[in-house]
């Protein structure tokens, strides 16, 4: 399958910063890339959808001016977490996907924590 | 809309027995169903795909699930657990309606293997 990494893998920063995520597909050009949040032992949560050159489609529920998303290349997503809180802490995780939507592949995840 | 149901949360077996993980779906129209691994600090990685070609899927590591439309389960099964097998497993629904694509993750199963 295809390779979609995610740096950094972990990060912890100061409550009231910003943290940038980034999702690389490595070997394939992705139409749409997906962010999920994950809290421990729950499932995945979809955050938003992103399309190369477009604004993003965030699910009801997800701040967008805190959340800001920026897929600027068809290998390329990152994730912005504004003003960081230490109730953002999580495992955010993104996937790439092409022409078939319903085939993802999943990046490794970034944890972070806002102490 | 479309949602899955796993039925346990948390499954325990002796390596070289059976495992048996329980998903029932909810969908309006022939779903697209599949299971994805994630081991600790991993990605998630997709087990195997059912898109109404065949009832019967077989996917990677001797996994398999069969889709029964009557009972509307789709569980997974594996003849004999092996101690790497021990990981979240998730059963997920693609939605594809309406606009809106996006695949929606069950609670997940956490399988646990004895030695």
């Known amino acids: 399958g295809a390779v979609v990494s995610q740096h950094p893998s972990w990060v912890i920063c100061k409550s009231g910063t910003s943290v940038k995520i980034e999702c690389r597909s490595l070997d394939f050009q992705a139409t749409t890339m997906f962010w999920y949040r994950q809290f421990p032992k729950q499932s995945l949560m979809l955050m938003a959808t992103s399309n190369e050159g477009s604004k993003a489609t965030y699910e009801q529920g997800v701040e967008k001016d805190k959340f800001l998303i920026n897929h600027a290349s068809l290998t390329l997503s990152t994730l912005t977490v504004t003003s960081a809180h230490p109730e953002d802490s999580s495992f955010y995780i993104c996937?790439?996907?092409?022409?078939?939507?319903?085939?993802?592949?999943f990046g490794p995840g970034t944890r972070l924590t806002v102490l | 809309a479309q949602s899955v149901t796993q039925l346990d949360s948390h499954v325990s077996v002796s390596e070289g027995t059976p495992v048996l993980l329980r998903c029932n779906y909810s969908?309006?129209?022939?779903?697209?169903l599949f299971w994805y691994v994630q081991h600790p600090n991993k990605g998630l990685q997709l087990l195997l795909k059912?898109?109404?070609?065949?009832?019967l899927v077989k996917g990677i590591n001797g996994f398999e699930a069969e889709f029964k439309k009557s009972e509307t389960s789709f569980h997974l099964t594996k003849p004999s657990a092996h101690m790497s097998d021990a990981a979240e497993y998730f059963c997920?629904?693609?939605?594809?309606?309406?606009?809106?694509?996006?695949?929606?993750f069950g609670s997940g199963t956490r399988l646990l293997v004895r030695p």
């Open positions: 997920v629904v693609f939605s594809g309606r309406d606009s809106s694509y996006k695949l929606i």
């Open positions: 059912y898109t109404s070609a065949a009832t």
């Open positions: 996937s790439a996907a092409g022409p078939s939507l319903d085939t993802q592949y």
């Open positions: 969908s309006s129209y022939s779903p697209s």
